[in-house]
């Protein structure tokens, strides 16, 4: 099939990419000319892994290309795909402009039938009103093409985002049309081989379900979060409840991990846009409202532990930062936990030392200039350099490396011995034994 994917971020370009991998002739459009240049020569502007590989094999084959314009890809599509971001607007709600856009630019261009597919995770009823928006373009330019928008909203994890892609745990289609299911349905057909995992629905409960299941997962986070503030109130190993409490296959080991607050462009931002959608049906969102402010609490807990120990004012001190993306894997520092962290401990006056394996480039362009040219943040160039001279380590991200650390050349780099784990990455009393104060998330930092 000829398929156009509007949007090149995480998840079009993944989907482009992944589409193309299955013989697919895939044109990927993005308003972004410096990213589109940058595809062109097969670079990925996101680190995923496993990304490059595909990118290149596919561009080399010519099933995969790139263009800033939509106008010029509506010459041979047949499925549109939209990907585009759907940011929070000021009051929580979906920011959907962008994928009006495209839905405008759709109806202004499309030469033939088409199917619209929408992918980004948009407020229920969000494909009608796409429908209704090509469909008004079209009359106005006197086109009677038949196009048909269905839901399709995408599961991926950054980090994982091809295998996911790749062997989705489902691949939900939401439509009422007989045509688009047929045609999607042999679409993702060599997806869904092995295993039954097409599920089919209307479009309104298609585009529910992506915001049920992050609110799940979020929730699921949150709560976790608040059972470790308790244990660490009451003297509790939360560790040990964890293990206690996913051994029962109702509760399950997956997202009950404690730390330091859920970021990422997802999880954040679809918690507040569910709590609009219910509060613009008059229902009070009692849980999703809580879910979310304890994320926000979570963020401040490392800040909160710093601030306990040393007081309000940090300008004495030097902290070594290991992990800025929001989550290992991932380059992606949307509404990262290191981000309230450093923001706390700058405006105290303290300095940074930090390291990241793949998101030092992102950080330079996400975090504030002044940051880095009043010398508050810096970037050591690997994890041990980041370590020199260091009042404190503090972990945000749970990289890999980052979980068997060598303490004997921590001991010997940092000024002080002191640890603050916001991902409970290490043994307590093996932190204590090797001299180290060592504070995680609801585990006592005396015991
Ligand atoms: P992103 O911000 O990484 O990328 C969006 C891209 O769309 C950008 O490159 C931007 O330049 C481009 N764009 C904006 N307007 C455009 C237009 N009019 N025409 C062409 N391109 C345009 O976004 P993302 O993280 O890939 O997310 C996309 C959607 O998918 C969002 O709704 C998100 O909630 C959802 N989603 C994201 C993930 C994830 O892990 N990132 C997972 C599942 C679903």
Known sequence: MNLTIIGTGYVGLVTGTCFAEMGHHVTCVDVDARKVAQLRQGKSPIFEPGLDDFLKRNIAQKRLSFSTSLADACDSGEVFFIAVGT???QDGSADLQHVLEVARQLG????SDAIVVDKSTVPVGTARMVQETIEHHLQHRGADHRVVVVSNPEFLKEGAAINDFMKPDRIIIGTEDAHARERLAELYAPFNRNHQRLLFMGTRDAEMT???ANAMLATKISFMNEVAHLCEALGVDVENVRLGIGSDERIGYHFIYPGCGYGGSCFPKDVRALCHMARDQGIEPGILDAVERRNQAQKERLAQKIIARYG????ALTFALWGLAFKPGTDDLREAPSRTLLEHLI????RIQAY????MEAAREHFPKEWFDRRHLMLAEHQY?????VDALILVTEWKPFRHPDLGAMARLMRQRVVFDGRNQYDPHQMRAAGFYYDAIGRSSES
């Open 385 to 389: 350099a980041a370590l020199e001279g």
């Open 356 to 359: 990241d394996p793949v998101a």
């Open 87 to 89: 940011p929070p607007d």
């Open 347 to 350: 405006a105290r006056g303290a």
């Open 108 to 111: 202004e261009h499309l030469k």
């Open 210 to 212: 992506k915001y049920a």
């Open 312 to 315: 309000e004012d940090l300008s």
